[in-house]
């Protein structure tokens, strides 16, 4: 069973190069109010999108990122903050007490709204025919970024977008099996799939293998022993960060 918005989301592939065409003023209107309109934890609507222009800013958001695809003028840029900021005016206006919004379960429901706004509007701009990359990177330089965005006490930038016209037509990256990935009334055990995961191996080698023959061909398993835990955005200090910012204190 299909339609056409469960093909877009089936074609999902991370776009890093873009033309010099903008996107456009009506189309980002779109997309911001599709991020606007997700689903939203307690209608707290907690997500706060900073839409990038001034060249210096970008710049900033590029070494937070440390990708060369980030830096320069192509695609539109956006970070996506958790925001806490907002509903603690509002309560301090109201004269109550700040404390919830000290909770990690109140950062981890802004969490949730802001990833979802992201994959909105993920999913509308590639229904348009534009290509997008997550940029989990920005956490790689987190103070600087919350100094360049003049991010206020109980903001996070969670994530970065960028989304333009494709300049590149990369292969489909495959995904694991779904007996790997989805249980049934228990949680689906690594055990039970070793001939699934080493099937998978083999599928992720080759994919490796045709879109770069000059590089290293790693399977999926082996990327997992080597690689999980090291880069600077899977190394910075977020908690410590989180605490600098009044989030998730307790």
Do not use: C, W
């Not at 189309?27 to 934890?41: E, F, I, K, N, Y």
């Not at 806490?84 to 981890?108: C, D, K, T, Y």
């Not at 080698?205 to 999926?220: G, I, K, P, Q, W």
């Amino acid at each position: 069973m299909s339609s056409a918005t469960i093909a877009t989301q089936m074609a999902h592939r991370s776009i890093r190069a873009f033309s010099e065409e903008p996107v456009g003023e009506e189309v980002m209107t779109t997309l911001l109010d599709v991020a606007r309109h997700g689903a939203t934890s307690s209608f707290q609507q907690q997500t706060t999108i900073i839409r990038v222009r001034d060249p210096k800013v970008r710049e900033a958001v590029h070494a937070a990122s440390g990708q060369p695809y980030v830096g320069g003028r192509r695609g539109e840029l956006l970070v996506l903050v958790v925001d806490l900021h907002r509903n603690a005016v509002i309560r301090q206006r109201a004269g109550v007490s700040l404390e919830p919004l000290e909770r990690m379960s109140l950062f981890l429901q802004g969490v949730e709204d802001t990833v979802i706004a992201a994959q909105n509007l993920v999913v509308a701009a590639e229904s348009l025919g534009l290509g997008t990359v997550y940029l989990g990177s920005l956490r790689g330089g987190l103070r600087g970024l919350i100094q360049a965005l003049h991010l206020p006490l109980r903001t996070f930038p969670l994530l970065g977008l960028l989304v333009g016209h494709p300049a590149q037509v990369p292969q489909y990256k495959p995904r694991l099996p779904r007996e790997v990935t989805v249980g049934t009334d228990r949680y689906p055990e690594p055990e039970d799939h070793t001939e699934a995961l080493a099937a998978y191996d083999e599928v992720v080698r080759e994919y490796y293998d045709l879109r770069d023959t000059s590089a290293r061909v790693d399977a999926f398993t082996s990327q997992v022993a080597r690689n999980l835990g090291t880069g600077a955005a899977s190394t910075a200090p977020v908690l410590q960060v989180l605490h600098e910012q009044r989030l998730a204190l307790h």
